[in-house]
């Protein structure tokens, strides 16, 4: 394969990722006016939440098993615009079984998009025989944070959703498409690295549960931050309305920068060292927001999260993808990274209930050190993460792969 065709297919690869998070954005962040939209009661609410994770989960598993006949850039390809589609339904439909059956397209595209889109970048990062990965979320970051900017703009402007939606979807829809004649499903990693020869059945639970346990981990102490920080600033911190908003938006642009520069910290110290420093630096942030005397501290501390949280879950797919690779080949890649992808919905359903119910029994100070804990266990399985990110051997970058498919790629 020609660098070339390897450049194309990282661009629009990374594209696929910043669309996603434009995408996901600008749903979570309007979800007051959905629900005014649609009437959804307060309690009825939560019930509609959850079951977009849930289906997730369920399309990330049912994407493991497409993937054994045909290639993920194929179900990357189709599912994205249905993604894109499902949000535009949300925004139009006219009645609660619309939105209902809208949301359920989204989560069930989203669960087959998240993990094609992570299969594709953890295959690509082997035959680049260097970290990469890191750039690919920080795509998303990126996505993300236009999305927000999107929905308040949409918000604070009092436009209809289907008016906010429509635009956005319009100009993603056709170039998502068009990007994805480059995408590429890398088969081989750099000189050296052999695969095992299985169909990727074989990878078994027990090899992923480190892996599993730090994505949860990861995805518990996202969620309380996106879900928790402006009520613990404005509630537990004294702060006003209007400041209560910038811990997210901090943290978002602190993932942003974190990914960007990771990659170079991987391929520098290696990922294992990259994964407990995220670790180390993630629990010093919840520990400072608990602990806060202000907002200011706490503000301090959510920066601190958006630096330590963003590395560990693009390395933990990069760590189960080159597991499966070894132990399965290419599909055994596929598949652990499927299997890990479920594990992103489990820790997003859990961490918000979670923080909810200890502050509500207890306190949201003693809330935030849950998840500080729960993070803090990640650096005693970061050596499971050693010799992943493009440190092959000795860590000195090895030739790219001779072959990526017999024609580059298995479109």
């Not at 998240?114 to 025989?129: E, I």
């Not at 498409?177 to 890398?186: F, I």
């Not at 981990?217 to 404005?234: C, P, R």
């Not at 978002?252 to 974190?258: F, R």
Request: one cysteine or more; hydrophobic letters at 55%.
């Amino acid at each position: 394969m020609t660098d070339t065709r390897m450049r194309q297919g990282r661009a629009a690869l990374a594209f696929s990722f910043l669309v996603q998070g434009v995408a996901f954005a600008l749903l979570v962040t309007r979800i007051p006016a959905i629900q005014d939209r649609y009437g959804i009661s307060d309690a009825l609410l939560p019930a509609f939440l959850a079951a977009v994770p849930v289906l997730a989960g369920v399309g990330s598993v049912v994407t493991e098993r497409v993937v054994r006949r045909v290639a993920p850039s194929l179900v990357l390809r189709w599912a994205q615009p249905v993604v894109l589609l499902a949000l535009l339904a949300v925004g139009v439909g006219q009645g609660m079984i619309q939105v209902a059956l809208a949301l359920a397209v989204f989560g069930l595209a989203v669960g087959a998009l998240d993990a094609s889109m992570n299969m594709l970048g953890v295959n690509l990062q082997r035959a680049y025989g260097r970290s990469i990965m890191l750039g690919f979320h920080a795509a998303y970051s990126l996505g993300g944070i236009a999305g927000a900017s999107l929905a308040w703009l949409g918000a604070h402007g009092g436009w209809a959703l289907g008016v906010s939606y429509a635009p956005v979807v319009g100009v993603l829809l056709p170039l998502a498409l068009v990007g994805s004649r480059w995408y590429v499903d890398a088969a081989a990693g750099p000189a050296g690295e052999a695969g095992g020869p299985g169909n990727g059945r074989g990878v078994a639970f027990a090899v992923l549960l480190p892996f599993c346990l730090v994505m949860s981990f990861a995805y518990i102490g996202d969620s309380t931050v996106s879900n928790w920080s402006a009520k613990y600033l404005q509630d537990v911190l004294g702060s006003s309305e209007q400041t209560a908003t910038v811990p997210y938006n901090v943290y978002m642009v602190m993932t942003l920068l974190g990914r960007t520069l990771g990659d170079l910290g991987v391929r520098r110290f290696g990922a294992a060292a990259v994964v407990r420093a995220g670790a180390v630096l993630a629990a010093a942030g919840f520990a400072l927001v608990a602990g806060a005397p202000g907002a200011a501290a706490g503000m301090a501390g959510f920066t601190l999260l958006g630096l330590g949280l963003c590395v560990l879950v693009p390395q933990t797919f990069a760590a189960a993808g080159r597991i499966g690779f070894e132990k399965g080949g290419p599909a055994g890649s596929d598949a652990a990274v499927a299997r890990l992808n479920v594990f992103n919905y489990v820790g997003f359903l859990v961490g918000s209930p979670l923080v909810g119910v200890i502050g509500d029994a207890w306190s949201y100070r003693g809330a935030m050190l849950v998840p500080m804990v729960l993070v803090l266990v990640t650096v005693g399985y970061a050596r499971s993460f050693e010799g992943t990110g493009g440190r092959y051997g000795d860590g000195h970058e090895r030739a790219r792969a001779a072959d990526v498919g017999r024609d580059g790629h298995r479109l």
